[in-house]
């Protein structure tokens, strides 16, 4: 089946520095939908971003991915890290026209400091 | 707009008593919907998808069943708890399939002792 790896466990940065968190993934299926999730604490998920198309930048509130078909990534990234930007954030992927719903990562916890 | 509605917002329950879990969409007629559990600090897990009323598919069922008995209405149950059903349930909603962002709910708190 489906599987999504990312950066394991807690990352934690100064504000102002950049950021990356990786993702990898294994799909038998040639069109995966790659997404990435932000869960601030005692909230729910909420769409941080999402791609399909390869090797195109996509953007939102300062991050910004890029779905590798060839290496089957989509990693993330934001140059310059903000306290708010302290949750945990989840990679996930689907498979193109199919109901069934999303495969996650384990989850990376970020910790801005000032 | 849609709004996702879950109830009840937090439970405490006893290992072996039964459990209902609700969730409602509003504004949107036909959803996709699903159920996901999150272990306390852990990854989400899907349990259930449902793409019509009266039609469910299981992922992961950890001894849990959901039904839908109604377009805007999700249900996830047992009749047994185990400890290991601890955690964050959530319900979501997507448009249709793989592509379709996925809207979640505010999540059910659930403690078993």
């Known amino acids: 089946g489906d599987s999504v790896t990312q950066t394991e466990g807690l990352v934690t940065l100064t504000e102002g520095l950049p950021v990356m968190l990786n993702c990898t993934y294994q799909?038998?299926?040639?069109?995966?939908?790659l997404f990435w999730y932000v869960q601030h604490l005692n909230e729910s998920p909420r769409l941080l971003l999402k791609?399909?198309?390869?090797?195109k930048r996509t953007e939102h509130q300062g991050f910004h991915a890029t779905l590798h078909k060839s290496s089957s990534s989509f990693h993330l990234q934001k140059s310059s890290a903000q306290l708010s930007d302290s949750a945990l954030y989840y990679c996930a992927l689907s498979e193109d026209n199919y109901a069934q719903g999303l495969t996650f990562g384990l989850g990376t916890r970020v910790s801005v400091f000032p | 707009a849609q709004t996702i509605h879950q109830w009840p917002v937090a439970e405490i329950k006893a290992v072996g008593s039964p459990l209902s879990l609700g969730c409602t969409i509003k504004g949107k007629s036909s959803p996709n919907l699903y159920w996901y559990w999150q272990a306390t600090g852990g990854t989400l897990q899907q349990l259930f998808y449902?793409?019509?009323?009266?039609?469910v598919e299981s992922v992961v069922q950890l001894n849990l069943s959901a039904s839908r008995p109604k377009d805007d209405q999700f249900i996830l149950s047992t009749e047994k708890l185990l400890l290991s059903h601890s955690g964050f349930y959530l319900c979501?909603?997507?448009?249709?399939?793989?592509?379709?962002?996925?809207?979640f709910g505010p999540g059910t708190r659930l403690l078993v002792l």
């Open positions: 791609s399909f198309t390869d090797n």
């Open positions: 979501a909603w997507s448009l249709s399939g793989g592509q379709d962002t996925q809207y």
């Open positions: 799909t038998i299926y040639s069109n995966p939908f």
């Open positions: 449902s793409i019509t009323v009266g039609q």
